[in-house]
């Protein structure tokens, strides 16, 4: 994992977030807010988590050893042959090292693409539900006869800002329930439009959990 500055990161970030808008009193604030968010992590992370450069040593998946040894045989050939002026053994030869190459690049190339489609189709056949269900059974079950469910897509009911409405957020809207979400994510997944990436987020819940369930 590259170095990072976590802790500068952390105190950067609560320091912007300390004039972060905290009322919500329109359907506008909660915007506001999560662009102040947005804009103070992503700068705490420019600030303390530069971009480096990272090498890479990995051995390249579709060389192996009857290819280095055939590379050797054309390279010897190329030498024998610009002293005999034969060519035709070398240009044979380096004609089934290509050959061979081709076939070596093409069939790992193949393997890839079929393990990213298997994990696709692992993906499909699993339960949508599961992902929003999450840690509480009861939330599925509760709108599946109240709201209705249509796979992904919840209706919810108008918010009325009654005490009926909050008690039901808070039942819905929770640290633990927060935290089980933004914890589910791999750390380094490509982050979306708002430019944040889970780690991100993982790094400074313990910090903020505050802000993040104050509405």
């Not at 050939?77 to 610009?82: Q, R, S, T």
């Not at 329930?177 to 993982?202: N, R």
Request: glycine share 4%.
């Amino acid at each position: 994992m590259d170095w990072k500055d976590w802790e500068s990161f952390r105190t950067n970030l609560l320091g912007c977030l300390h004039n972060m808008t905290d009322k919500i009193s329109n359907f506008t604030d909660p915007e506001i807010a999560a662009k102040q968010f947005q804009d103070a992590t992503v700068f705490a992370y420019d600030e303390n988590c530069p971009l480096t450069m990272r090498k890479n040593n990995r051995k390249i998946s579709w060389w192996n050893q009857d290819l280095a040894e055939r590379r050797k045989k054309v390279y010897r050939l190329f030498n024998v042959a610009k002293k005999s002026g034969n060519w035709t053994n070398y240009k044979r030869n380096l004609t089934d090292y290509n050959k061979v190459l081709r076939h070596a690049k093409t069939k790992s190339w193949r393997r890839h693409c079929e393990e990213i489609l298997s994990k696709d189709e692992r993906s499909a056949v699993s339960d949508p539900g599961r992902v929003i269900q999450g840690p509480f059974p009861w939330f599925r079950k509760n709108y599946e006869t109240s709201v209705g469910w249509d796979g992904l897509e919840l209706e919810f009911p108008k918010w009325k800002r009654s005490r009926e409405d909050w008690a039901a957020s808070k039942r819905v809207i929770s640290y633990e329930k927060l935290k089980w979400a933004v914890s589910s994510f791999q750390p380094y997944k490509s982050p979306g439009i708002d430019v944040i990436m889970p780690i991100m987020l993982q790094q400074v819940l313990n910090c903020l959990w505050v802000n993040f369930c104050c509405y």
